[in-house]
Nanobody, 128 residues
Framework: QVQLVESGGGLVQAGGSLRLSCQASGRTFSISTRAMGWFRQAPGKEREFVSAITRSGRGTDYADSVKGRFTISRDTAKNTVYLQMISLKPEDTAVYYC???????????????????WGQGTQVTVSS
């Protein structure tokens, strides 16, 4: 049984910053055994890839729209993944979801279908 809980969302003005957290728990689950990703979904749109970190923690990937502004990181001791967001724009407004992948070799981490577990999401609203 795996649970992912996001936190840190809120209302911020354009140009501001937020740090999202994803706390993972489970009897045999460790974020060090899975790739972890952040996705977002705005009303009327499909879930969109934002960022991912590999199982080893040595590789990261970002959507073009957030490169240079968002940073994914993890603290394995706390079983927590973070998304630091700076220079926020109104178009960043969405519900942000944390996901844990399937633990399969060759997974494409930019695809939502590659993830087995999801949190409930945290709302990020950026005002202009």
């Amino acid at each position: 049984q795996v649970q992912l809980v996001e936190s840190g969302g809120g209302l911020v003005q354009a140009g501001g910053s937020l740090r999202l957290s994803c706390q993972a728990s489970g009897r045999t689950f460790s974020i060090s055994t899975r790739a972890m990703g952040w996705f977002r979904q705005a009303p009327g749109k499909e879930r969109e890839f934002v960022s991912a970190i590999t199982r080893s923690g040595r590789g990261t990937d970002y959507a073009d729209s957030v490169k240079g502004r968002f940073t994914i990181s993890r603290d394995t001791a706390k079983n927590t993944v973070y998304l630091q967001m700076i220079s926020l724009k109104p178009e960043d407004t969405a519900v942000y979801y944390c996901g844990a992948d399937q633990g399969l070799f060759g997974n494409e981490l930019r695809y939502a279908s590659s993830y087995d577990y999801w949190g409930q999401g945290t709302q990020v609203t950026v005002s202009s």
